[in-house]
Antibody, heavy 115, light 107 residues
Framework: QVQLVQSGPELKRPGASVRVSCRTS????????LSWVRQAPGQGLEWMGW????????HYAQNFQDRVTMTTDTSTATVYMEMRTLTSDDTALYYC????????WGQGTQVTVAS | DIQMTQSPSSLSASVGDRVTITCRAS??????LAWYQQRPGTVPSLLIS???TLHSGVPSRFRGSGSGTNFTLTITSLQPEDIATYYC?????????FGQGTKVGVK
């Protein structure tokens, strides 16, 4: 069955960087792109960007264009999302999502930014 | 960028009621519209894609309609397990923006 398994929770200081991983299985990795979506506490869903698993092409939401980098490792069918210069506003649950529309979601990774 | 606006932001209905949520795009997106359900404390899940295609395993009481700029999610007979927040999302072109969500409660 299709699974997207994300890395564990992260606690970071303001100004630091974080990298979240999403290991996929149960389907042909190269066939689908993956998005990252975040959800701040008590808030709605925010689309951050998308990466093609086939060729690594990316599209980022304007809010994240300068701070986020998405990459893939085809040897392990894993997608990564790195965010730099974290602030408290980046405290959120981060989800990886397969395809568009998103038919499978990772379990979420809590990123907490606090001093 | 195209904006997605949902209404209402919240509603309360009785079990068995018909519930309607609307999603409006600021520009036409053909039928590239998905609906998601997020029950409290859980991961969002896909309900409907292509504006009206029910995802595998989704109960038939959920119905999607619309194209262009106006879309509707209807729950034909609200059940207790439908208590959730519902989001629309456009995916015709990036950015794949979400609506702000509609929280559905039971009276």
């Amino acid at each position: 069955q299709v699974q997207l398994v994300q890395s564990g929770p992260e606690l970071k200081r303001p100004g630091a960087s974080v990298r979240v991983s999403c290991r996929t299985s149960g389907y042909s990795f190269l066939t689908y792109g993956l998005s990252w979506v975040r959800q701040a506490p008590g808030q709605g869903l925010e689309w951050m960007g998308w990466i093609s698993a086939y060729d690594g092409k990316t599209h980022y939401a304007q809010n994240f264009q300068d701070r986020v980098t998405m990459t893939t490792d085809t040897s392990t069918a894993t997608v990564y999302m790195e965010m730099r210069t974290l602030t408290s506003d980046d405290t959120a649950l981060y989800y990886c999502v397969r395809g568009g529309p998103g038919d499978y979601w990772g379990q979420g990774t809590q990123v907490t930014v606090a001093s | 960028d195209i904006q997605m606006t949902q209404s209402p932001s919240s509603l309360s209905a009785s079990v068995g009621d018909r519930v309607t949520i609307t999603c409006r795009a600021s520009q036409g997106i053909a039928n590239s519209l998905a609906w998601y359900q997020q029950r409290p404390g859980t991961v969002p899940s896909l309900l409907i894609s292509a504006a009206s295609t029910l995802h595998s395993g989704v109960p038939s009481r959920f119905r999607g309609s619309g194209s262009g700029t106006n879309f509707t999610l209807t729950i034909t007979s609200l059940q207790p397990e439908d208590i959730a927040t519902y989001y629309c999302q456009k995916y015709d072109s990036v950015p794949w923006t979400f609506g702000q969500g509609t929280k559905v409660g039971v009276k």
